[in-house]
């Protein structure tokens, strides 16, 4: 009965810490952007930067760029007609998308948020 419990306390321990050690696990995005076309590409809960910036430049295309990286989170990038861009990064796609606009905004008229994107956990 002592080894019963024992077990018992010990799957009871896993069941309980198993859910946090997974959810600790850094989730990585990218977002990628090529202004002279206007395409772009993004990507979220990767394992780590590289891959994800690897799947946000395939699904941009030929001559983009990474233009912000964001991890646990949200990111955001936003640019102007004239060439000024900001990003932003941020818990939720609107605190990413604010700062990414007011960033771009204090600098010049006419931003928009070009590409977002949210890691699911």
């Known amino acids: 009965m002592k080894i019963l419990s024992k077990s018992l306390t010990v799957l009871a321990?896993?069941?309980?810490?198993?859910?946090?050690?997974?959810?600790?696990?850094?989730?990585?995005?990218?977002?990628?952007?090529?202004?002279?076309?206007?395409?772009?590409?993004?990507?979220?809960?990767?394992?780590?930067?590289?891959?994800?910036?690897?799947?946000?430049?395939?699904?941009?295309?030929?001559?983009?760029?990474?233009?912000?990286?964001f991890k646990n989170g949200c990111g955001a990038y936003a640019s102007a007609p004239n060439g000024t861009y900001g990003w932003g990064v941020g818990p939720t796609r609107d605190a990413a998308e604010y700062t990414a606009f007011d960033e771009c905004d204090s600098r010049a008229p006419g931003c928009e948020i070009r590409?977002?994107?949210?890691?699911?956990r």
């Open 115 to 120: 590409v977002w994107g949210c890691n699911t």
């Open 13 to 69: 321990a896993f069941t309980v810490l198993a859910p946090l050690a997974a959810a600790a696990a850094d989730r990585h995005g990218s977002l990628a952007y090529r202004a002279s076309t206007g395409a772009y590409g993004y990507s979220y809960d990767y394992n780590n930067p590289r891959d994800a910036d690897r799947r946000a430049l395939r699904e941009c295309g030929r001559g983009c760029a990474v233009v912000v990286r």
